[in-house]
């Protein structure tokens, strides 16, 4: 049975396992976390070019994330050193910033969560590098339209597997696979919290969606199949066939008739080419 807790802004902000529904002030706060993020990646657009470095995208994200007024929720998270994570070409997420150079062909998704006022803005967006391949091209288009079809689901009423169909049915449609080892996540005040949002299931199975919850969709989508490997350094996972992948992600919150996402581009930049 899954439970649900109304919660308020000044209240506790364990983990608890049941999902939390949050009132007008959160969304207020989660407007101005992803408003924070978005403009993130909206920065990065120019940057995006053959030979720059994943390092150096992370040190633009660090000092634009703190001159805005937030503190960027992975750096220290779980000893993780850094920013962002940057996932590149059969890299599925949490690609860990280096000194490599990005090469033109390259598919590339850079992820953010920016903490504003305790408030986690949670995003990520793919960018093509130079002369992108058409097939790469296609996936990229996919993804996105995986999360927007996803995105269309969550309204009260509907259920988590309602949102995963729409995403598995398009993404498999186009003979993709989608990760199943990886999912979206309740957010808020705390970076990681319940509902899991997985992307493949049935219609009408799963949590119910109540106004006032708060999570991330976040589909990855391979050309290949969907099993995915980690590697040795304990965070980049990549496919087990080396097959491209992409990803994209938007942090959401379902109101009484439908959903607000908190992560929209203020640019229009929310998908290549930018």
């Given at each position: 049975m899954t439970d649900?807790?109304?919660?308020?802004?000044?209240?506790?902000?364990?983990?608890?396992g049941a999902i939390?529904?949050?009132?007008?002030?959160?969304?207020?706060?989660?407007?101005?976390?992803?408003?924070?993020?978005?403009?993130?990646?909206?920065?990065?657009?120019?940057?995006?070019?053959?030979?720059?470095?994943?390092?150096?995208?992370?040190?633009?994200?660090?000092?634009?994330?703190?001159?805005?007024?937030?503190?960027?929720?992975?750096?220290?998270?779980?000893?993780?050193?850094?920013?962002?994570?940057?996932?590149?070409?059969?890299?599925?997420?949490?690609?860990?910033?280096?000194?490599?150079?990005?090469k033109s062909g390259?598919?590339?998704?850079?992820?953010?969560?920016?903490?504003?006022?305790?408030?986690?803005?949670?995003?990520?967006?793919?960018?093509?590098?130079?002369?992108?391949?058409?097939?790469?091209?296609?996936?990229?288009?996919?993804?996105?339209?995986?999360?927007?079809?996803?995105?269309?689901?969550?309204?009260?009423?509907?259920?988590?597997?309602?949102?995963?169909?729409?995403?598995?049915?398009?993404?498999?449609?186009?003979?993709?696979?989608?990760?199943?080892?990886?999912?979206?996540?309740?957010?808020?005040?705390?970076?990681?919290?319940?509902?899991?949002?997985?992307?493949?299931?049935?219609?009408?199975?799963?949590?119910?969606?109540?106004?006032?919850?708060?999570?991330?969709?976040?589909?990855?989508?391979?050309?290949?199949?969907?099993?995915?490997?980690?590697?040795?350094?304990?965070?980049?996972?990549?496919?087990?066939?080396?097959?491209?992948?992409?990803?994209?992600?938007?942090?959401?919150?379902?109101?009484?008739?439908?959903?607000?996402?908190?992560?929209?581009?203020?640019?229009?930049?929310?998908?290549?080419?930018?």
């Amino acid at each position: 049975m899954t439970d649900y807790v109304t919660v308020t802004s000044d209240a506790p902000h364990g983990r608890t396992g049941a999902i939390k529904l949050h009132g007008r002030d959160a969304f207020d706060g989660m407007h101005k976390a992803g408003r924070l993020a978005a403009e993130t990646l909206d920065m990065l657009v120019p940057h995006m070019v053959p030979g720059v470095t994943t390092a150096a995208l992370d040190r633009l994200i660090y000092d634009f994330i703190l001159a805005g007024g937030g503190v960027p929720a992975t750096l220290g998270y779980r000893g993780y050193a850094h920013s962002t994570c940057i996932s590149i070409n059969h890299v599925v997420c949490h690609g860990i910033p280096a000194d490599k150079p990005l090469k033109s062909g390259d598919i590339v998704n850079v992820d953010v969560t920016p903490i504003v006022d305790g408030w986690h803005g949670d995003s990520s967006r793919m960018y093509l590098i130079g002369d992108v391949p058409l097939k790469a091209k296609r996936l990229v288009e996919v993804t996105y339209e995986c999360l927007m079809l996803g995105i269309e689901q969550a309204r009260p009423g509907n259920h988590m597997g309602d949102v995963a169909h729409a995403i598995q049915r398009h993404a498999e449609s186009n003979r993709y696979g989608v990760v199943r080892d990886f999912c979206g996540h309740g957010l808020g005040r705390l970076f990681h919290d319940a509902p899991e949002v997985v992307h493949v299931g049935r219609p009408g199975t799963g949590v119910e969606l109540r106004p006032g919850m708060i999570f991330t969709i976040e589909p990855m989508i391979n050309i290949g199949r969907p099993d995915v490997k980690l590697l040795e350094d304990g965070w980049t996972a990549v496919t087990r066939d080396r097959s491209l992948s992409a990803q994209f992600e938007h942090s959401i919150g379902i109101t009484e008739d439908g959903c607000e996402i908190f992560t929209c581009s203020p640019a229009g930049l929310d998908k290549p080419p930018y």
